[in-house]
């Protein structure tokens, strides 16, 4: 069964202060792995794809990276305005065009 | 451009009525998908169309969810005979085509079952 799993739940940084999210996932074959941004009462947002291990990309302050278990968000000098939910979501070989998506990591960026 | 648009924005039901809830995806876009989010889960896959094929239904909880997408655009999902559990909110996402994960979603329907 496709699996994934972000850590750490819940984050809270002071402004400035660079950290990672984790997402680590088990699928019998990856298609890709996303990575979105929620905000309260929206819909999520894209932000990235991956396809495959050892690829990078990056985004303004964020920086995702993917290695064959796992995939981090980095965040670099974070700003208020990044505070969100981010999600981690995998598309298996055999899913199909379906997603399946962590529970998120909820960060806080204090100013 | 418009993004996906869903309505209504919030719908309150008493257990055993039906709910339709609504979704315009982004034009252009030929894949739909629904997703249920409950509070401190992640987004739950329900169903997905693609074009004229027949849709994924894969992630439907129980027979009394059921959806349909007319004309290859709007899309109506259906709860019959609500539970309590069925209490979340349900995401509309749309995609250019087949097998894209990058998906652009809606604003949700938060769903509430007395």
């Known amino acids: 069964e496709d699996q994934v799993t972000q850590s750490p739940e819940a984050l809270r940084l002071q402004e400035g202060e660079s950290s990672s999210l984790n997402c680590s996932y088990t699928v019998s074959g990856l298609r890709g792995l996303f990575w979105y941004r929620q905000d309260p009462g929206k819909g999520p947002e894209f932000l990235f794809t991956l396809y495959s291990a050892g690829e990078e990309k990056e985004k303004e302050r964020l920086k995702a990276t993917l290695t064959k278990k796992e995939s981090f968000l980095h965040i670099t000098a974070p700003k208020p305005e990044d505070s969100a939910t981010y999600l981690c979501?995998?598309?298996?070989?055999?899913?199909?065009?379906?997603?399946?998506f962590g529970e998120g990591t909820q960060l806080t960026v204090n100013p | 451009g418009a993004g996906v648009s869903q309505s209504p924005s919030n719908k309150v039901t008493e257990k055993g009525k039906d709910v339709e809830l609504r979704c315009d995806p982004i034009s252009g876009h030929t894949a739909l998908y629904w997703y249920r989010q409950s509070l401190g889960q992640g987004l739950e896959f329900l169903i997905y169309f693609q074009g004229n094929s027949a849709p994924d239904k894969s992630g439907l909880p129980s027979d009394r969810f059921s959806a349909e997408r007319t004309g290859g655009s709007v899309s109506t999902l259906t709860i019959q005979r609500t539970q309590q559990e069925d209490s979340a909110v349900y995401l509309c996402?749309?995609?250019?085509?087949?097998?894209?994960?990058?998906?652009?979603f809606g604003p949700g329907t938060r769903l509430t079952v007395l």
């Open positions: 979501a995998v598309q298996p070989l055999d899913s199909g065009s379906r997603l399946t």
């Open positions: 996402a749309s995609s250019l085509g087949a097998g894209s994960g990058e998906q652009f």
